[in-house]
């Protein structure tokens, strides 16, 4: 049986129900996991930060188009007061 690597309990996992990269947290330390192996199923703490990464580019992308978008109805808007 698989263990928590950040608290060491024993995790109930049926390895036919999950795969390589699946993730689950711990119940009894609430750690993100992630199946790193299936034979034997083992299991490493989740990579957080590229999660939190990949959500803030997302952010920065549509306030970047919104501006853009925002510019492009000016000038148009000016096009057709001329």
Known sequence: MPTCPECDAEIEI?????????QLSCPECGSNLEVVGLSPLELDL???D?????DADVDEVDEGEDVVDDDDDEEKDE???E
């Open 14 to 22: 049926d390895e036919f129900d999950v795969d390589k990269g699946d």
């Open 46 to 48: 989740a990579d957080e």
């Open 50 to 54: 590229d999660d939190d990464e990949d």
């Open 79 to 81: 096009a057709e007061d």
